[in-house]
């Protein structure tokens, strides 16, 4: 579901990237969408409308066509006996609904009814590599600003900065379609709805995402989550407050040896997490790992982690693949 | 000194715009430069290679030629009886110059031996709002992540960004003079030296040039400083730690009454600071007013301020008009 869309281009990728066990594809998108081929395994697939019938005989069903299309048809689907992977948020903080990253909560997977939902894609790039951490030495509050890609509002998204580019670049006044502000070499609070606290919904996904996930209705975390000119990998800088005094060479070894992360941390070349070497890699980076001069139980993170990949795509293969017991890992 | 650089050129636009009583004008610039012809004042004026005898009947010196050259040459004008304006890091930490925003502690300026020191561009684009709270709820501790634009490193990295841009947008190798990393389409962890304990040299100024400019050895600062790619403001989302439960509506009272900061915090319209609009203006703009979810006596903030105007040349000028009793307001 939401085949065309720049995360389910990236499903079918990483589906034949990790010879995932198709007998079967449907491509399911819009009514627009149909018709159109996709090149899947050196055969060239046409796009089906999606419709309430479209999941008889289906085994799962990846879902990622925004949270109202899930909210139709992702029952439709659970009746034909398909499990859903759903990359929305339409089912995230149902109780009834395991929200995985593999990583982290493998084991939820288990419990699921049918739906089983992949978080939003800035929690998952913050929670593998802290993850880890907090297997050691408990976090206690989290706080994070976030400079997040284009990518993360979709295909079109990504076109509107490179348009909006040129035309700076040409002297054009740039067009905006998608965001509500310029994307060209500016920045802005992420576009997501603001509530009556002052917090958009991206922030609050990152806030309670994160309790339960970690299943840790105590962590605190605050965010600012920030729109940035990047085509696809977010970054974030993370401040962690922990149960007991850090120790940062133990920290660093945790972290290399943590599976999803991979440490990028030269001080001496100035060589630190960026979102261009993060794009098109399964691993979140992370580094500018420091013990915080302002707090004697605390320390700092840089990361960065390829929006598409496992900010939403990889991330809800993995889940299919504990699914159906094929992993590659 | 260092008439002909990013700075330098806002300093004279400054100095024209707000019709700085100016007798005698001499634009100082390393060898290279000098013969150029810069206009101020409707009149063209040569720029002169700077040497240790350019100082002969100044008052007063504006430099932001870098900090070798403030270290080597201001000397020379403060014995030739003229007042440094310095706005390189070349003396802010020595105890006897001040360091000043005029918002702030202008009184410090009455301070001086000869030498006043103009803070980091990311401190003053910070303290500026941050002080009016503090003068009521004392801040404990700041933490703040960066959003710094390419003009801090000065005109050719602004121009690195745009030839990178086009360079990427029209599928040729961005080519790398300025910067270490590409900065078009890409962010990375600010490009000054990272000492020993991880932190890097911009971090450092924001931490101790805080507790300077503020008079309070105690507040605690921690900073992640990061490049992004945005040509002349800088942003940052800030999180302060008070010492009583703060009041939000108070607190944007008090920012709303500031000088030097305007706020920008429409919750509905999901508009807040972004740097393209701080491009140009005096003021800092500040926004996304919250309370602090993870902590009962905090409260996040997210500004913007032109890092070449308020952040470097506009601050300068405030101080040398204190310094002659001229300024505007």
Redesign the interface.
Known sequence: MGATGAVGEEMLKILGERRFPVDRLVLLASARSAGRKVAFGGRQLAVEELGEDSFKGMDLVLASAGGLISKKFAPHAVKAGAVVVDNTSAYRMDPAVPLVVPEINPADIQKHRGIIANPNCSTIIMLVPIWPIHQKNRIR???V?T?QAASGAGAKAMKE??DQ??DV?EGRPPRKEIF???IA?????H?S????????EEEIKM?QETKKIFHDGKI???A?T?R????RAH?E?I?LELSEKPDLGLIRKILEGAPGVKVVDD??K?Y?P???EASGQDDVLV?????????PK?I?L?VSGDQLRKGAALNAVQIAEILCHCGER
Not at 228 to 231: Q, R, S
């Open positions: 509050r989290v706080l600003a400079y900065l490179e580019s040129r670049l509500p502000h310029q070499f500016n920045l802005f609070s576009n709805a603001v509530k009556d606290d002052g917090y958009n806030i605190r975390v605050v600012t920030v940035v000119p990047v085509f970054s800088a401040y001080r001496r100035n630190f960026m979102p261009l580094g500018r790992l420091r013990l915080d001069v302002s707090s605390g700092c840089f």
